[in-house]
């Protein structure tokens, strides 16, 4: 536990370091890298619900805790996923560990800063949320550093490649997602059709 | 056995009489065929008391006149008289308050004949204006009925030359200026001057930018931009005008701004914000509503016709939506066809049925009457008065949204944020909560200003000197522990402190 926190620590302080630091055989777990995971969903659920009432973009009923959990796991994963791929392609020498817990780690700026920044939504107007959006803002622009970040040290490329990757890895997530919801569709379709044919074929017996 | 048969006789009396008595005062109350509803400012459709009920029907059967066939305009003079405009028949026909008939304009021969007219004005004197739409012309007649003059299609170059003329409706301001809808026109309103001449276009809509046809413009070659359809403005349907002398207008084919209120110089004051006007599932998704007609009282509360859900929607002067009536259907309540609108002093609506040849009246519900009283006093910006008749609303309907913004705008007049600010959350409002946040956080910082500063100083005072002196404590812990860890791998004696 001490040492997450103190890789925690490392990642915020020393973003560099901690990139090369994990690559090291047995520095960090995976369990280390999902507890990251559930602390930043933790993090989001209670920033939308200390939200105050001016700046609450959505109904309650419109918020789902299933939908939030989804929308936090399936893009870290499917980027995981992809930029493992892309990278192991071309010449990238993380391993899917590193790329799963090095991403895992980048959202830690977000899960630390999201709700003292919430927070001030309860002493702000409208008129004067520029505060919050410019902090909003900048913790996501952190994260999104640190991705880029591991990108480059976890697989050892320099600077263009690393734009290269990330946006190939951006194609990647996409191929996937599309993927996944044709295979949903066509699944879908091939249960309906045997369910069906059940159907009729008890239906004549 | 005769007194067995006289007690029989005096209790079957007795019953019968409480039987009749009890049915005497039975009124039948049929139900509406429309359900009520507002919306919230989530743009949903929520339950409500119906605002208008149908009453009664002119359709001209009862009057030495006959039936009505296809009418296509009403109008309410000042004098309570009825003007319907009789387009099959080419007449217009005149009623009075009850409905009875004072006389038909259209002469049997002559100038004074129409030919299907579609609209008509009557100016305060009683002097009657004409859409003489397939004559291409403007008839006007005197309060008696008697052709006075007419004026053709008007001639300007600004016109063009391939401008058709179909007057449909009209409207005569003060200066006995005449604005006409033309059918199929879109420059807008059609200004002619008490002498028939052209006085040029009054409020034409505009065609906004659009990122398709920026690139249609840059990509395409001359040849294809030939072939593309050429972008017009809206065409208006109809145009009124309210007691201060605005002009509101009609607009079709367009899903937002539908219903304006031009100012003299043609210039949008209703939507400041643009504005979604009718319904957007009522005929269907993504319907676009076709205002065909529209109708301001004295206090500028709209009501509109929308052609596409055949419903009545009321909107007051600031755009705010109040009630919805009407509807698609046979039943006494729906229209087939309906085509007109117009509305008397005491707030009755007439809706012209072009397709069942009839004109519908509907009365106000006393709880419209609530909510016009309440909104006359809102609009107006006299939140207090209002703050009472805006919680009988509430009493009668807890869904009505604007009863808690109107509330809430009373409170926070009243300097009474915090509840301004409960008020503002109910109302959905956020804009409006925010600015009485604003004032309540200024008032509680003023309020506990001494226990403000102490928390901050203590804040500071913990972060700065307490904070880092706990954080010393766990680390020298801490290395202890690490210490004796290492003492023991090496396999030194365990919990050893002296090491």
Same mark, same amino acid.
């Given at each position: #536990?001490?040492?997450?926190?103190?890789? #925690?620590?490392?990642?915020?302080?020393?973003?560099?370091?901690?990139?090369?630091?994990?690559?090291?055989?047995?520095?960090?777990?995976?369990?280390?890298?999902?507890?990251?995971?559930?602390?930043?969903?933790?993090?989001?659920?209670?920033?939308?619900?200390?939200?105050?009432?001016?700046?609450?973009?959505?109904?309650?009923?419109?918020?789902?805790?299933?939908?939030?959990?989804?929308? %936090?796991?399936?893009?870290?994963?499917?980027?995981?996923?992809?930029?493992?791929?892309?990278?192991?392609?071309?010449?990238?020498?993380?391993?899917?560990?590193?790329?799963?817990?090095?991403?895992?780690?980048?959202?830690?700026?977000?899960?630390?800063?999201?709700?003292?920044?919430?927070?001030?939504?309860?002493?702000?107007?409208?008129?004067?949320?520029? #505060?919050?959006?410019?902090?909003?803002?900048?913790?996501?622009?952190?994260?999104?550093?640190?991705?880029?970040?591991?990108?480059?040290?976890?697989?050892?490329?320099?600077?263009?490649?690393?734009?290269?990757?990330?946006?190939?890895?951006?194609?990647? %997530?996409?191929?996937?997602?599309?993927?996944?919801?044709?295979?949903?569709?066509?699944?879908?379709?091939? %249960?309906?059709?045997?369910?069906?044919?059940?159907?009729?074929?008890?239906?004549?017996? | 056995?005769?007194?067995?048969?006289?007690?029989?006789?005096?209790?079957?009396?007795?019953? &019968?009489?409480?039987?009749?008595?009890?049915?005497?005062?039975?009124?039948?109350?049929?139900?509406?065929?429309?359900?009520?509803?507002?919306?919230?400012?989530?743009?949903?459709?929520?339950?409500?008391?119906?605002?208008?009920?149908?009453?009664?029907?002119?359709?001209?059967?009862?009057?030495?006149?006959?039936?009505?066939?296809?009418?296509?305009?009403?109008?309410?003079?000042?004098?309570?008289?009825?003007?319907?405009?009789?387009?099959?028949?080419?007449?217009?026909?005149?009623?009075?308050?009850?409905?009875?008939?004072?006389?038909?304009?259209?002469?049997?021969?002559?100038?004074?004949?129409?030919?299907?007219?579609?609209?008509?004005?009557?100016?305060?004197?009683?002097?009657?204006?004409?859409?003489?739409?397939?004559?291409?012309?403007?008839?006007?007649?005197?309060?008696?009925?008697?052709?006075?003059?007419?004026?053709?299609?008007?001639?300007?170059?600004?016109?063009?030359?391939?401008?058709?003329?179909?007057?449909?409706?009209?409207?005569?301001?003060?200066?006995?200026?005449?604005?006409?809808?033309?059918?199929?026109?879109?420059?807008?309103?059609?200004?002619?001057?008490?002498?028939?001449?052209?006085?040029?276009?009054?409020?034409?809509?505009?065609?906004?930018?659009?990122?398709?046809?920026?690139?249609?413009?840059?990509?395409?070659?001359?040849?294809?931009?030939?072939?593309?359809?050429?972008?017009?403005?809206?065409?208006?349907?109809?145009?009124?005008?309210?007691?201060?002398?605005?002009?509101?207008?009609?607009?079709?084919?367009?899903?937002?701004?539908?219903?304006?209120?031009?100012?003299?110089?043609?210039?949008?004051?209703?939507?400041?914000?643009?504005?979604?006007?009718?319904?957007?599932?009522?005929?269907?998704?993504?319907?676009?509503?076709?205002?065909?007609?529209?109708?301001?009282?004295?206090?500028?509360?709209?009501? &509109?016709?929308?052609?596409?859900?055949?419903?009545?929607?009321?909107?007051?002067?600031?755009?705010?939506?109040?009630?919805?009536?009407?509807?698609?259907?046979?039943?006494?309540?729906?229209?087939?066809?309906?085509?007109?609108?117009?509305?008397?002093?005491?707030?009755?609506?007439?809706?012209?049925?072009?397709?069942?040849?009839?004109?519908?009246?509907?009365?106000?519900?006393?709880?419209?009457?609530?909510?016009?009283?309440?909104?006359?006093?809102?609009?107006?910006?006299?939140?207090?008065?209002?703050?009472?008749?805006?919680?009988?609303?509430?009493?009668?309907?807890?869904?009505?949204?604007?009863?808690?913004? &109107?509330?809430?705008?009373?409170?926070?007049?009243?300097?009474?944020?915090?509840?301004?600010?409960?008020?503002?959350?109910?109302?959905?409002?956020?804009?409006?909560?925010?600015?009485?946040?604003?004032?309540?956080?200024?008032?509680?910082?003023?309020?506990?200003?001494?226990?403000?500063?102490?928390?901050?100083?203590?804040?500071?005072?913990?972060?700065?000197?307490?904070?880092?002196?706990?954080?010393?404590?766990?680390?020298?812990?801490?290395?202890?522990?690490?210490? &004796?860890?290492?003492?023991?791998?090496?396999?030194?004696?365990?919990?050893?402190?002296?090491?």
């Amino acid at each position: #536990m001490i040492a997450t926190f103190r890789l #925690m620590r490392q990642v915020i302080v020393h973003p560099i370091d901690f990139f090369h630091d994990i690559q090291e055989p047995g520095r960090v777990k995976w369990l280390q890298a999902l507890f990251i995971v559930g602390l930043a969903y933790i993090a989001k659920m209670v920033a939308i619900l200390i939200t105050g009432y001016a700046f609450q973009t959505r109904e309650p009923y419109e918020i789902s805790f299933l939908n939030e959990f989804i929308w %936090i796991v399936v893009p870290l994963f499917t980027w995981t996923v992809s930029n493992w791929a892309v990278s192991a392609i071309l010449d990238g020498e993380g391993k899917f560990k590193e790329v799963f817990v090095g991403s895992a780690f980048a959202l830690v700026p977000y899960a630390i800063f999201i709700v003292p920044i919430t927070l001030l939504t309860n002493i702000l107007a409208l008129d004067e949320s520029s #505060m919050y959006t410019f902090l909003i803002h900048f913790t996501l622009f952190w994260v999104g550093w640190l991705l880029l970040l591991k990108v480059r040290i976890v697989h050892d490329f320099e600077l263009v490649k690393m734009v290269w990757i990330t946006l190939l890895s951006i194609v990647g %997530i996409l191929i996937i997602w599309f993927v996944g919801i044709l295979l949903f569709g066509l699944i879908n379709q091939l %249960i309906n059709f045997v369910v069906d044919m059940f159907k009729e074929v008890n239906f004549r017996r | 056995m005769k007194q067995v048969s006289k007690f029989r006789f005096v209790v079957s009396t007795a019953i &019968a009489l409480l039987m009749l008595v009890t049915a005497l005062p039975v009124q039948t109350y049929a139900a509406s065929p429309y359900e009520g509803y507002t919306r919230n400012k989530l743009g949903d459709d929520v339950h409500s008391i119906n605002g208008y009920i149908y009453e009664s029907s002119i359709d001209g059967y009862d009057l030495s006149s006959g039936p009505f066939s296809a009418p296509e305009d009403v109008f309410l003079a000042d004098d309570g008289t009825i003007y319907i405009v009789d387009t099959g028949n080419s007449r217009i026909v005149h009623l009075n308050k009850k409905h009875e008939l004072l006389g038909i304009i259209g002469d049997e021969e002559g100038d004074g004949k129409l030919y299907e007219p579609k609209g008509v004005f009557v100016k305060q004197d009683g002097t009657i204006y004409v859409a003489d739409t397939k004559n291409q012309r403007i008839a006007i007649f005197d309060q008696k009925g008697k052709f006075q003059n007419q004026f053709g299609k008007p001639e300007n170059p600004l016109l063009g030359a391939t401008f058709s003329y179909s007057p449909s409706k009209l409207l005569v301001d003060k200066r006995n200026y005449m604005f006409v809808v033309s059918d199929g026109n879109t420059q807008g309103l059609i200004q002619i001057d008490p002498n028939g001449q052209f006085k040029g276009f009054y409020g034409a809509n505009h065609v906004g930018f659009s990122w398709s046809r920026l690139i249609n413009k840059l990509v395409a070659t001359d040849e294809q931009k030939a072939k593309l359809s050429v972008v017009k403005p809206l065409e208006f349907s109809n145009a009124v005008q309210d007691e201060e002398g605005f002009i509101y207008t009609s607009t079709l084919g367009t899903e937002m701004n539908q219903l304006k209120r031009l100012s003299p110089v043609g210039v949008d004051t209703l939507n400041i914000v643009p504005r979604r006007y009718g319904g957007r599932f009522d005929n269907g998704p993504f319907s676009v509503p076709s205002f065909l007609d529209l109708a301001v009282d004295k206090d500028g509360v709209i009501t &509109a016709l929308d052609l596409q859900s055949s419903k009545v929607y009321q909107y007051d002067k600031l755009g705010n939506f109040l009630f919805v009536f009407g509807g698609l259907g046979d039943q006494n309540g729906l229209f087939i066809t309906p085509s007109s609108l117009a509305q008397s002093p005491d707030g009755t609506v007439f809706v012209v049925d072009k397709g069942r040849n009839r004109v519908d009246l509907f009365r106000t519900t006393p709880f419209a009457e609530l909510v016009h009283d309440a909104s006359r006093l809102f609009v107006d910006g006299r939140y207090k008065e209002a703050e009472g008749l805006w919680n009988e609303v509430l009493h009668l309907n807890g869904n009505f949204d604007l009863a808690y913004l &109107a509330i809430g705008k009373s409170l926070f007049k009243a300097e009474n944020y915090k509840d301004a600010m409960t008020y503002f959350e109910l109302a959905r409002s956020r804009y409006d909560y925010s600015i009485a946040f604003k004032e309540y956080r200024k008032e509680y910082i003023r309020e506990n200003f001494a226990w403000i500063c102490l928390i901050i100083v203590v804040i500071i005072i913990a972060l700065r000197y307490i904070l880092p002196f706990l954080w010393r404590r766990v680390r020298i812990m801490l290395s202890a522990r690490r210490l &004796a860890g290492a003492a023991h791998i090496k396999g030194g004696v365990p919990h050893d402190r002296n090491l």
